[in-house]
């Protein structure tokens, strides 16, 4: 279990750099276009009401706590994800926020993004490069491969 989450995946050349530009373009515009504005406008969003999950343990937590809990994973696993440390964990943290951004908060809303207003398709469009990280890992142009050396790295 230690080696699917902390290694670095495909050390192959071309899928490396493949998996490198799939997560510094996702990781960066969930940051920037997220991640970021949540931080600046944290007591804003408060005060509009931010979505409080229905299930355990997270209907326990109060808005505060789960908002941080929003900002930590659209800004801080974010950033994880473009520099390729931890990347699998940091993908998951990401992958479960966009699972409830798209069921939970946005649940009433239309899969697609027809006309103007809110929509699950960009929770799923983001859910969707974190599934590919998960499986595929951060490639040899990652922090992980620097950490993971090869003599540890699994074979198969």
């Known amino acids: 279990m230690k080696k699917f989450f ?18 510094v373009m996702t990781g960066l515009m969930m940051l920037i276009g997220h991640g970021i504005p ?22 326990l937590l109060p808005v505060q706590v789960n908002l941080g809990l929003t900002i930590s994973a659209e800004a801080v696993a974010s950033s994880l994800i473009v520099l390729g440390l931890f990347t699998r964990p940091a993908a ?6 966009m699972v409830v951004a798209a ?11 027809v006309g103007a207003g809110a929509a699950r398709e960009p ?12 499986l595929s890992g951060a490639g040899s142009y990652s922090l992980d491969a620097v950490l993971y050396k090869d003599s540890k790295r699994r074979r198969w």
């Open 6 to 23: 902390f290694d670095c995946g495909t050390r192959d050349t071309t899928a490396s750099v493949g998996i490198l530009a799939l997560r």
């Open 38 to 59: 949540k931080i600046q406008n944290f007591d804003a969003i408060l005060k509009k009401s931010f979505y409080q999950p229905d299930f355990f343990p997270l209907n």
């Open 92 to 97: 998951f943290i990401l992958g479960f926020a």
């Open 103 to 113: 069921f939970g908060a946005l649940a009433s809303a239309p899969w697609f993004m």
């Open 123 to 134: 929770a799923l469009l983001y859910l969707i490069p974190m599934i590919a990280i998960i």
